[in-house]
């Protein structure tokens, strides 16, 4: 593999974008030489709409602590652009308390229903699933049994944060019900075995997520560079562009420091144009 060998991916297939969208790190100070990414005095309600101007998909964490209201669903429809995309993350009640097993069935169809108003702005569901949640014979029966019950006009993906998931009758299994194993560069699974689950895709998507060490306080800059990190995933993001219409890649601020200029990074790798901070203090406001 060369070193800096990359071709342009158009950004029809390659979704780049953030782990979120409101954060008060990300607002650029009062006194500050220069812009961190939103402009200067941006409020909470002005943050979707000027986060939609520079990246044209976002993950939805809170999603993960409760199922939204229908009115904030259709809230986040109606306040985005025609072509933007949200993924939403199931909540914890279903993957972490109830283990995907007895009491999730009526949460996971009041979760769809609601994931139903995005329409076509729904990029994934998420299904993340936690690291004490083991292949077990008790385990997989209970994914066994809980992938029937995943709506087939909604598309899931689906986080295991244990090795010992990553098998041949695993990978089978989530191929019939066209469920793709979420690429996480982050410190569960080692990212050589990720890739290797690249090979049984068969969904019409892949997803990835870039997470790291949470020992972060501040969200305003990049403090931990990964550039050969970010070129591994570039390339990997080509290759799967050739296998899929659609991958979508969401960086935690926690990767570098400060997930938009992550997420700029890789767009610029893969050759798409990037709206950075400096542009976005330019352009007019909305508040």
Same mark, same amino acid.
């Given at each position: 593999?060369?070193? +800096?060998?990359?071709?342009?991916?158009?950004?029809?297939?390659?979704? !780049?974008?953030?782990?979120?969208?409101?954060?008060?790190?990300?607002?650029?100070?009062?006194?500050?030489?220069?812009?961190? #990414?939103?402009?200067?005095?941006?409020?909470?309600?002005? *943050?979707?709409? @000027?986060?939609?101007?520079?990246?044209?998909?976002?993950? @939805?964490?809170?999603?993960?602590?409760?199922?939204?209201?229908?009115?904030? /669903?259709?809230?986040?429809?109606?306040?985005?652009?025609?072509?933007?995309?949200?993924?939403?993350? &199931?909540?914890?009640? !279903?993957?972490?308390?109830?283990?995907?097993?007895?009491?999730?069935?009526?949460?996971?169809?009041?979760?769809?229903?609601?994931?139903?108003?995005?329409?076509?702005?729904?990029?994934?569901?998420? @299904?993340?699933? $936690?690291?004490?949640?083991?292949?077990?014979?008790?385990?997989?029966?209970?994914?066994? =049994? #809980?992938?029937?019950?995943? $709506?087939?006009?909604?598309?899931?993906? %689906?986080?295991?944060? +244990?090795?010992?998931? %990553?098998?041949?009758? =695993?990978?089978? &299994?989530?191929?019939?019900?066209? /469920?793709?194993?979420?690429?996480?560069?982050?410190?569960? %699974?080692?990212?050589?075995?990720?890739?290797?689950?690249?090979?049984?895709?068969?969904?019409?998507?892949?997803? !990835?997520?870039? *997470?790291?060490?949470?020992?972060?306080?501040?969200?305003?800059? /990049?403090?931990?560079?990964?550039?050969?990190?970010?070129?591994?995933?570039?390339?990997? !993001? =080509?290759?799967?562009?050739?296998? /899929?219409?659609?991958?979508?890649?969401?960086?935690?601020?926690?990767?570098?420091?400060?997930?938009?200029?992550?997420?700029?990074?890789?767009?610029?790798?893969? +050759?798409?144009?990037?709206?950075?901070?400096?542009?976005?203090?330019?352009?007019?406001?909305?508040?």
């Amino acid at each position: 593999m060369s070193k +800096h060998k990359t071709t342009s991916v158009p950004a029809a297939c390659a979704h !780049i974008g953030c782990q979120g969208w409101n954060y008060e790190d990300w607002v650029t100070g009062p006194a500050a030489d220069e812009t961190v #990414f939103y402009p200067r005095g941006t409020r909470p309600a002005a *943050m979707l709409d @000027i986060y939609t101007r520079a990246f044209a998909t976002v993950e @939805i964490d809170s999603t993960f602590y409760a199922v939204p209201s229908a009115a904030t /669903v259709d809230g986040w429809h109606k306040r985005s652009p025609l072509h933007f995309t949200f993924a939403l993350k &199931l909540p914890q009640q !279903i993957t972490h308390e109830f283990g995907l097993r007895q009491g999730s069935r009526e949460l996971l169809a009041e979760f769809c229903d609601h994931a139903r108003l995005l329409q076509d702005k729904l990029a994934a569901v998420l @299904i993340q699933l $936690p690291p004490q949640f083991e292949a077990t014979p008790e385990n997989l029966r209970a994914l066994e =049994t #809980f992938l029937p019950h995943l $709506p087939r006009d909604l598309p899931f993906t %689906i986080e295991f944060r +244990h090795a010992s998931w %990553i098998t041949g009758e =695993t990978l089978n &299994l989530l191929a019939t019900h066209r /469920v793709p194993v979420a690429l996480v560069e982050g410190q569960w %699974i080692a990212r050589r075995t990720l890739f290797r689950t690249v090979e049984h895709v068969a969904a019409d998507f892949a997803y !990835i997520r870039f *997470m790291g060490a949470r020992d972060l306080t501040r969200f305003d800059r /990049v403090q931990r560079p990964q550039e050969s990190n970010l070129q591994l995933w570039s390339e990997a !993001i =080509t290759r799967l562009c050739a296998r /899929v219409p659609r991958v979508y890649a969401y960086f935690s601020n926690y990767y570098e420091g400060h997930a938009p200029a992550s997420a700029n990074k890789l767009k610029r790798l893969l +050759h798409q144009p990037t709206l950075d901070a400096a542009d976005l203090e330019d352009q007019p406001s909305l508040f």
